[in-house]
């Protein structure tokens, strides 16, 4: 079983930053990709961005050129750091981990992070 925990949400004003934390604990020795999620209150969950084991970035077209995903494999923690913050940036975040197991790869989730931009 993998745990996630996430850190790093709250209140910024637009146009400020702030950086997610994701650290994985448990067995997580063959992880393939990490990733950010989030949601908007009456709105679907959708990708923001991901990493795979690799270091391969994905990002979504809303967000790219103003966030960025790292990972620190040796951790097993990703980062997102968020730039240039927007009011519709607003939304619960959640971590995701994909890893691969015996006879299937299983998905893992944190709880979520609330990320308020507002003035």
């Known amino acids: 079983q993998v745990q996630l925990v996430e850190s790093g949400g709250g209140l910024v004003q637009p146009g400020g930053s702030l950086r997610l934390s994701c650290a994985a604990s448990g067995s997580s020795s063959s992880i393939i990709a990490m990733g950010w999620y989030r949601q908007a209150p009456g709105k679907e969950r959708e990708l923001v961005a991901t990493i795979t084991n690799g270091g391969r970035t994905n990002y979504a077209s809303s967000v790219k050129g103003r966030f960025t995903i790292s990972r620190d494999n040796a951790k097993n923690t990703a980062f997102l750091q968020m730039n240039s913050l927007k009011p519709e940036d607003t939304a619960v975040y959640y971590c995701?981990?994909?890893?691969?197991?015996?006879?299937?790869?299983?998905?893992?989730w944190g709880q979520g992070t609330q990320v308020t931009v507002s003035s």
């Open positions: 995701n981990l994909e890893a691969a197991g015996w006879r299937r790869d299983y998905t893992y």
